[in-house]
């Protein structure tokens, strides 16, 4: 059962702009303490992208900072990763991860984001 449906990576060429989306159920995201992205490229481990918190606060990668922007909707119970001014540096597996005031963690099947020159 997949309990974080990603969608919106894509091949997009450097300087474009991507906006990854993250969706959940009601009853999760009413227990959400952070939600975020993470990213893993090629040989590399999974790195923190940006969270958001329930309260609203955000915290991103210093790669990241300016160029991309996390949001909630909780209306739709979706997190959005809007990524403008893409890198090539910035090809990779996008994971969704929330974590919950219960202590569970979940993790999104993974969206891949390319950046051509």
């Known amino acids: 059962q997949v309990q974080l449906v990603e969608s919106g990576g894509g091949l997009v060429q450097a300087g474009e702009s991507l906006r990854l989306s993250c969706a959940t159920s009601?009853?999760?995201?009413?227990?959400?303490?952070?939600m975020g992205w993470y990213r893993q490229a090629p040989g590399k481990q999974r790195a923190l992208v940006a969270v958001i918190t329930n309260g609203g606060n955000t915290n991103y990668a210093e790669s990241v900072k300016g160029r991309f922007t996390i949001s909630r909707d909780n209306a739709e119970n979706t997190v959005y990763l809007q990524m403008n001014n893409l890198k090539l540096e910035d090809t990779a597996v996008y994971y969704c991860?929330?974590?919950?005031?219960?202590?569970?963690?979940?993790w999104g099947q993974g969206t891949q984001v390319t950046v051509s020159s």
């Open positions: 009601k009853s999760i995201f009413s227990n959400i303490n952070t």
């Open positions: 991860n929330a974590n919950s005031r219960f202590g569970i963690t979940r």
